[in-house]
């Protein structure tokens, strides 16, 4: 084999190793990304770790180059979130977790949103059924002949200027 073919067959090792630890690291990245928006940052901001907007904030920059050494080593999404749990506590998740006192978290607005829409109806048929039960003219009303033949006498004299 001559040198330039040597030189050509490294190259194209190279390129598949860098092409494999490229996808790699995206893969590694994308998963760092997607549970990292399931942890909350703990400097007291209140954001997503992924998504602390605080200037210089160590806290976050910590704990993100904490989630990208635990990736490397742990193969669970769930394993990983457990141990940030162990860690930092329940607060650090960004949603509760739908268990026990927590899981009226996850029923509590579907129940409201349920009794709010049933009373909305109930009151909107009450609206509807008041109008049908309404009568349009009122109870009857007699004329004598007497008051129609008057009133249509002024109406001519009205109407005849």
Known sequence: M????RCLALLAVAGVAA????LAYAQ??????????????????????????HVGCTT????????DQRITTTSSDDLLLQSF???YGPKVLASPPAQGFNLLA??????AFGAG???VLMVIRQWRRRFELA?????????????LERARRQVDRETED
Do not use: F, H, Y
């Open 135 to 147: 009568t349009a003219g009122g109870p009857p009303v007699t004329v004598s002949s007497e008051a």
């Open 2 to 5: 001559t040198s330039r073919k």
């Open 60 to 67: 976050s920059a910590a704990m993100l180059k904490e989630l």
């Open 28 to 53: 590694g990245t994308d998963r760092a990304k997607r549970v990292g928006s399931g942890l909350m940052c703990m400097c007291n901001c209140n954001e997503i770790l992924t998504q602390c907007n």
């Open 19 to 22: 092409l494999i630890s490229g």
């Open 106 to 111: 996850w029923v509590i607005p579907a129940v």
């Open 85 to 87: 749990v162990q860690e």
């Open 117 to 119: 829409l049933t009373l």
